[in-house]
Structures are given as C-alpha cells and as structure tokens.
C-alpha cells in the first residue's frame, strides 16, 4: 500500500516562501506521475502542481511563476516550492499520486492520496 507523507506546512507572512516535502512508501513516485493539490475551507480541492514521470511539469496559472514542482528520486520524495506567497495560497496542500500517468492537472486521475499539511499565510 502507497502512504504519502506531506510535511513543510506552516503559518507566514505574505510574500514568504515555504518548501513542502512528500515523502512516498510501499510505492516509487520515479515511475509515476505525481502532484499537489490544494483545498481550502469552503472550496473545492484544487490542481496545483504535477511532475510526470519523464519529468514534464504542470502549474495551476494562479501558482504559475511562484511555485516549482521537483522530485528526488533516490529520497522518494517530491517537492513543492512556494515562493512570493498570498493570502489566496492559505489551504489545505495535499500530495497525490497519479493512477496512469494521464490527466496531470485532474482530480480524479489520482489514487494515492497523502493527509495533508495547513498552508496559512497572513497578510
């Protein structure tokens, strides 16, 4: 069974950076595509970012500029960079990985789901 471990999360100011960390078990992320997404209170969980497994990457066009998506295939571990954050970034961030590596940017092409880690940024 895949587990994913999101960690990184926390309380900042506007225009502060923040790195999150997926840490993958029971599974690879090398062969698959992977991603986060975010939720916050009252809304849908949203697409943010995805790496596919040859290393193309996808980004929402609100983080588009802002965050970096990368992968460390020898720690199992995918990365979101967070820089030059907003209020509109505080959510749930949420790291998923890709059931057949189609449909980066879709919700529901995803299998594996990790519990989450609070992004809050103040203003």
């Known amino acids: 069974q895949v587990q994913l471990v999101e960690s990184g999360g926390g309380l900042v100011q506007a225009g502060a950076s923040l790195r999150l960390s997926c840490a993958a078990s029971g599974g690879t992320v090398s062969s698959y595509t992977m991603g986060w997404f975010r939720q916050a209170p009252g809304k849908e969980r949203e697409f943010v970012a995805a790496i596919s497994w040859s290393g193309s990457t996808y980004y929402s066009d609100s983080v588009k500029g802002r965050f970096t998506i990368s992968r460390d295939n020898a720690k199992n571990t995918v990365y979101l960079q967070m820089n030059s954050l907003k209020p509109e970034d505080t959510a749930v961030y949420y790291c998923?990985?890709?059931?057949?590596?189609?449909?980066?940017?879709?919700?529901?092409?995803?299998?594996?789901w990790g519990q989450g880690t609070q992004v809050t940024v103040s203003s």
């Open positions: 998923a990985r890709n059931r057949w590596n189609r449909g980066p940017t879709m919700r529901d092409k995803y299998e594996y």
